[in-house]
């Protein structure tokens, strides 16, 4: 499991995360929701140690971070181009070669899963492609957690819906897996648990199954009940919960 306990960030003055604290249990698809801004990609780039928290600990199956942790880590950044001057066979072989956790049996089943191309060039291909070339890349490591920032924006309904079906296979099965987005009828069907977030803190955390069943509510009835305090809170001009 991944822990993110009472997370603060600030750049410079500027607050972003104040006090966050959600997890991501193995064998389950959790979404990190919140709208532009909240500050989703910063919590990946702490959890990924790419980036410094101002204070609190993230934990990673118990353990503050360690280099060895990457290799239970993937992280899928958002539609932006890796690696963009190679062909997608030497952005496999790059990745064969720099971890240790790249498994090339599964890499070839999703080339043939999203019709791929090895000799293509990555810079020519369309938004949708790239998208499943940083799926293809990420997904190839035998490792316990995903972390995916927003895997669904920008790409047309079609290639979304194979890209769902992704989430679907064994190929995310045993994992602890994070999608980031704002976009919630993109992954309503797909995902486990919802952590909902705004303003640098986590205003609720559920199961989704367990509304379902045992509120008979679906995740948007639970936004729209979380955050419409918010929407009227703007709308009379009244101070935020921050103050602000
Ligand atoms: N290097 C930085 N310096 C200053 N402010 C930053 C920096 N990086 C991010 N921010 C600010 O931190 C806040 C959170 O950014 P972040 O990218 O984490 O949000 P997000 O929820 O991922 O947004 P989006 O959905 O638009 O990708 C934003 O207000 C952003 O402007």
Same mark, same amino acid.
């Given at each position: ?10 750049? *410079? &003055?500027?607050?972003? #995360? $104040?006090? !966050?604290?959600?997890?991501? =249990? ?5 979404? %990190? @929701?919140?709208?532009?801004?909240? *500050? &989703?990609?910063?919590? #990946? $780039?702490? !959890?990924?140690?790419?980036? =410094? ?5 993230? %934990? @990673? ?26 062909k997608i ?27 791929l191309n090895e000799k293509d060039k990555i810079?020519t291909l ?119």
């Amino acid at each position: 499991m991944i822990e993110v306990k009472d997370v603060y960030k600030k750049y *410079g &003055k500027k607050k972003v #995360l $104040n006090g !966050i604290n959600f997890t991501i =249990p193995k064998g389950k698809i959790s979404s %990190l @929701i919140g709208i532009n801004g909240a *500050g &989703k990609t910063t919590i #990946l $780039n702490h !959890i990924m140690n790419l980036l =410094p928290v101002t204070s609190g600990e993230i %934990l @990673i199956d118990g353990e503050k971070f360690s280099p060895k942790d990457y290799e239970k880590l993937s992280f899928i950044p958002d539609a932006a181009i890796m690696l963009p001057e190679m062909k997608i066979r030497e952005a496999m072989d790059f990745m064969q070669e720099f971890y240790d956790t790249w498994n090339e049996e599964r890499a070839q089943e999703i080339l043939t899963f999203f019709r791929l191309n090895e000799k293509d060039k990555i810079n020519t291909l369309s938004k949708g492609n790239v998208a499943k070339v940083n799926l293809l890349l990420g997904l190839s490591l035998d490792v316990d957690y995903v972390l995916m920032d927003e895997p669904f924006s920008g790409i047309d309904i079609f290639t979304r819906e194979q890209i769902a079906e992704v989430f679907t296979s064994y190929l995310v099965e045993d994992k602890g897996v994070l999608i980031t987005t704002h976009e919630i009828h993109e992954i309503e069907f797909l995902v486990d648990r919802v952590i909902l977030m705004d303003e640098g803190i986590v205003l609720r955390e559920f199961n989704v199954e367990e509304v379902r069943e045992n509120e008979g509510r679906s995740i948007v009835d639970i936004m729209r009940e979380v955050y419409m305090p918010y929407a009227d809170e703007l709308n009379h001009h009244q101070p935020n919960r921050l103050g602000k």
